[in-house]
């Protein structure tokens, strides 16, 4: 099976070269030659546009930043579909929205080519271990075609159901995520309010109960979230947009996750 990757940032990168460590014959393409370079100890194909990626491949990853991005990679013009043929597969690794996703979907059947939506958690660090989370979405037979490729670099892979579900569930995650953060940053700025020392509060609540991937994200930040709001703010006040739409969408409270989100984002000066 011939794969194209685009999307080689501090997550995407690791997983293309997991891909090409796999044995696959593996094709790259970016908006940024200097983005390549971390490749050239590889036996990579690079391409000069998506087009030309898609001619080379018969499944193309996707784990670029936004909806517009996937759509213009994947329909614009030179874009991937161009190039791809009947009985390709283009799977969405970015986290989008479903809609996104489904209506790709719509236009790719119409060129023989079939769409599912594989989120992934755990970042660049797991992605480089091989331990990824990939929430897949879709046609099972395009799913299972598509598995030995994402078990290069993720562990495990589950599939959710109809195309869209993997997004979904990748959206619920990093809401309670973000709702996380700010109850655990709030716990801690109240200890210390209360007269115990944040980095042994945050040690013990690490090996109690109450401990949460989420606290141990803003350990080392002194309790705060002022750096991951840097980094992170901008994502997961996107992605908490898009869950908030799917629930008003479909008329479903979202209840006090969506409230301790809001204030997550507020405290990181990314209010919904």
């Not at 090409?20 to 970016?30: C, K, M, N, R």
């Not at 161009?82 to 059947?109: F, K, M, N, W, Y």
């Not at 109809?162 to 109240?190: E, P």
């Not at 141990?216 to 997961?236: E, K, M, P, V």
């Amino acid at each position: 099976m011939r794969v194209g990757f685009i999307g080689l940032g501090s997550q995407g990168a690791p997983m293309a070269r997991r891909i090409v460590e796999g044995g696959y014959t593996t094709t790259l393409w970016a908006r940024r030659a200097g983005t390549l370079e971390q490749f050239a100890d590889t036996e990579v194909s690079i391409a000069d546009s998506p087009a030309q990626l898609g001619s080379r491949s018969d499944v193309v990853c996707l784990c670029v930043v936004g909806d517009a991005d996937v759509d213009e990679v994947v329909r614009g013009d030179d874009g991937v579909l161009a190039g791809l043929q009947p009985g390709g597969i283009i799977a969405i690794h970015s986290t989008v929205h479903p809609d996104t996703c489904r209506r790709l979907a719509q236009h790719c059947e119409q060129h023989g080519v079939a769409v599912i939506d594989a989120p992934v958690s755990g970042g660049g660090p797991a992605a480089a271990a091989g331990t990824l989370l990939v929430m897949a979405g879709g046609d099972p037979e395009a799913v299972e075609r598509c598995r030995p490729v994402f078990e290069t670099y993720a562990d495990p892979v589950v599939h959710l159901g109809d195309l869209g579900a993997g997004q979904v569930t990748k959206l619920l995650n990093n809401l309670l995520f973000t709702a996380n953060l700010g109850t655990a940053a709030t716990a801690l700025a109240l200890g210390r309010q209360l007269g115990v020392a944040t980095e042994q509060l945050a040690e013990v609540v690490s090996r109690g109960s109450a401990s949460s991937f989420a606290l141990n994200s803003i350990r080392g930040s002194g309790g705060t979230l002022d750096r991951l709001a840097g980094l992170a703010g901008s994502l997961l006040q996107k992605d908490v947009r898009l869950v908030s739409d799917l629930a008003q969408r479909a008329e479903a409270e979202p209840g006090a996750v969506l409230d301790a989100a809001d204030a997550a984002l507020s405290l990181m000066d990314h209010p919904r």
